[in-house]
Every structure is written in C-alpha cells, then in structure tokens.
C-alpha cells in the first residue's frame, strides 16, 4: 500500500454577503474545506485588503461565495469581480482550482443564473471548476427538505433562506451542503496539487 502524503491544499473564499446569511454558508464551506485537511483562507469582498488580494492570488482553488440579488450575483461581488480585470489579463488565476456558492430567499429565485455567472466568471480566469458532486435531495416521495443538496444543484452549492429570518434561520440541509462543497473543493485540490507536483518531479527525474 502506498504511504504517499498528500500535499495540504490552499483554499481562498472569496464571499459577498449584504446581511450575513451567505456569510453563514461561506463559513460552513471554510469548516468543510479545514475538516478535509485544507488551510482556508475567509475573504469578504466587500473590505477585501492587499494581504487578503496575496492570499487570493497564493491558494490553489478559489471558492466564489455571493447572495443572489435581481437574479444574479450582488453588486458587491459584482465590484470584487470588476476589481479583478488585471489578473485576468495577466492570467494569475490560470489553472487554480474554482468553485461557488449563492444563497437567496426564494426556493429558486433564478439562483441558477448566479451560479452559470460564478462558473463564467472563472472560466474568464481560465480557472477549473468543480462541481457540488451531490445526488439531488428532496425530489421523491420519501424525501425531505433535511436530504443534502435539498435544493438540487450540480453547478454548485445553492441555498434558499427566509427573507424574513436571522442569520440563524439559514437551513441546516444548506449548511451541510456548503461543508459538503468546502470538503470536495479541498480534497479534489489535494489530488491535483499532488499530480502536478508528481508530473514535475517526473520531469525533472
Ligand atoms: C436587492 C435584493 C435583491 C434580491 N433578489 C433576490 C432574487 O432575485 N431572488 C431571490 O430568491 N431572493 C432575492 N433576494 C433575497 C436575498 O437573496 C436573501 O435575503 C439572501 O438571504 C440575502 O443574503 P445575504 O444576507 O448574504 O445578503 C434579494 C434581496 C435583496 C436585498
């Protein structure tokens, strides 16, 4: 059997929350990602500071976090994403790692479309995306609204919370999802940070 480590990925969340309950997800997706062996880095986009612009461009995969506001990404993460034009050019985020997360009050709420934006947004950085790697919940006769991926997405995590409730209203099913994309985004980025760095020393053999 193989004794071989695998390497301890660098994970980024770059999250946007305008009254804290994508900021709840964003923090379940940090404790899946640490639960699987990642060193994480939690980044509001909104006070995002140069030290925080390093952390972003030194991890391995970048996780893309906002609430879905008039069908689509928030204007603050709108701004992040605008902000981020120069790396594009430069391609500093080529081939890292991505994935994403929105949450919003409807059950849909288009947040489909957030998701499709959060996947474009990286292909533009020429980044590769993970998928959320669930089963679809609560889409049968014996389901419940407590099964994982409740809400059914592939793309990436999605999250419906009451757009009348606190921070403590955000559902438990969406919080185990966000842990379950912090957690494959951190072992999916160990795999491919050990493959690159064992196609290097091949290389150099
Ligand atoms: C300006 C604005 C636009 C919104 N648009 C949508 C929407 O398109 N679809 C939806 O389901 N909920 C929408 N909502 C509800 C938010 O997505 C929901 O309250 C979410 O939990 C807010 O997350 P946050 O606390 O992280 O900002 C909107 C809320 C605001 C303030």
């Known amino acids: 059997m193989s004794s071989y480590v695998l390497p301890q990925p660098r994970v980024a969340i770059a999250f946007h929350s305008g009254y804290g309950h994508t900021a709840v997800l964003a923090e379940a997706v940090r404790r ?3 639960k699987a062996g990642a060193h994480v880095a939690l980044i509001p986009v909104d006070t995002i500071t140069d030290e925080q612009w390093s952390e972003l461009d030194a991890a391995d ?3 893309f976090g906002t609430p879905t506001y008039m069908g689509g990404a928030s204007a603050g993460f ?3 994403a605008e902000a981020t034009g120069g790396r594009f050019v430069d391609g500093t985020w080529a081939d890292k790692i991505a994935a994403g997360f929105t949450n919003s009050a409807s059950k849909s709420g288009d947040k489909l479309n957030t998701l499709t934006f959060l996947s ?3 292909a533009q950085h020429r980044m590769i ?3 959320l790697g669930l ?3 609560w889409n049968a006769l014996e389901a419940s609204e ?3 991926n409740r809400l059914g997405f592939w793309i990436g995590a999605g999250a419906s919370t009451p757009q009348d409730g606190g921070i403590d209203t955000v559902h438990s099913s969406d919080i185990a999802t966000a842990e379950h994309l912090g957690a494959r985004v951190a072992e999916r980025t160990a795999v491919f940070v050990a493959g690159r760095a064992a196609l290097a020393g091949s290389a150099d053999a």
């Open 32 to 34: 899946g990602a640490e």
């Open 61 to 63: 995969a970048l996780i």
């Open 78 to 80: 709108h701004a992040f």
């Open 120 to 122: 474009a947004f990286a």
């Open 129 to 131: 995306w993970v998928t």
């Open 135 to 137: 089963a679809p919940g």
């Open 146 to 148: 407590h099964d994982l």
